[in-house]
T-cell receptor, first 109, second 113 residues
Framework: GQSLEQPSEVTAVEGAIVQINCTYQ??????LSWYQQHDGGAPTFLSY????GLEETGRFSSFLSRSDSYGYLLLQELQMKDSASYFC??????????FGGGTRVLVKP | ETGVTQSPTHLIKTRGQQVTLRCSSQ?????VSWYQQALGQGPQFIFQ???????GRGNFPPRFSGLQFPNYSSELNVNALELDDSALYLC????????????FGPGTRLTVT
């Protein structure tokens, strides 16, 4: 089966940088995705890494190391609207997307 | 472009009853996945439908079943409801099976009493 681990909560101030780590165990790994979910809202896709390295999308970047079964999401220039839960998700064989438990990010003024 | 829609928004059922949840996929998407999200947890994969066939399933019992229609809309059926089935049920569509970029609907909040 698959399992993912990520911190449960992170607190930071506006303008700061936050890194959310994700370690995973899976068979038939294809890639690692990141989703954002505001309270009461639906998850929205942020990024995807299939190969090792860093992918940058505006203020958000995502990194993957396949050999270490590890990835992270980097949130830069934090804004109040970034307060949300962030999920890593492994795409694996069987057309299955397995989500981690989520990291709640609280941005303070 | 129409996004993913789900109905109903909220639902209250009694233990032992059956429930049907509905989902309309984003236009142009032929794949629909269903997830169960308990409060404070990540979405758990139930199953995926591609071109009206189930082509992936998570660790959910057979009383969780589904359908996909020719227009790619989908239903999730849950029989013999249990208290632990209380959760947010999310539908997500993508343009291909196993797609990593999934577009989620707002969900149906199911409460089983």
């Amino acid at each position: 089966g698959q399992s993912l681990e990520q911190p449960s909560e992170v607190t930071a101030v506006e303008g700061a940088i936050v890194q959310i780590n994700c370690t995973y165990q899976t068979s038939g790994f294809y890639g690692l995705s990141w989703y954002q979910q505001h309270d009461g809202g639906a998850p929205t896709f942020l990024s995807y890494n299939a190969l090792d390295g860093l992918e940058e999308t505006g203020r958000f970047s995502s990194f993957l190391s396949r050999s270490d079964s590890y990835g992270y999401l980097l949130l830069q220039e934090l804004q109040m609207k970034d307060s949300a839960s962030y999920f890593c998700a492994v795409q694996a064989a069987g057309n299955k997307l397995t989500f981690g438990g989520g990291t709640r990010v609280l941005v303070k003024p | 472009e129409t996004g993913v829609t789900q109905s109903p928004t909220h639902l209250i059922k009694t233990r032992g009853q059956q429930v049907t949840l509905r989902c309309s996929s984003q236009s142009g998407h032929n794949t629909v996945s269903w997830y169960q999200q308990a409060l404070g947890q990540g979405p758990q994969f139930i199953f995926q439908y591609y071109r009206e066939e189930e082509n992936g399933r998570g660790n959910f019992p057979p009383r969780f079943s589904g359908l996909q229609f020719p227009n790619y809309s989908s239903e999730l059926n849950v029989n013999a409801l249990e208290l632990d089935d209380s959760a947010l049920y999310l539908c997500a569509s993508s343009s291909r099976q196993g797609g990593y970029e999934q577009y989620f609907g707002p969900g149906t909040r199911l409460t089983v009493t």
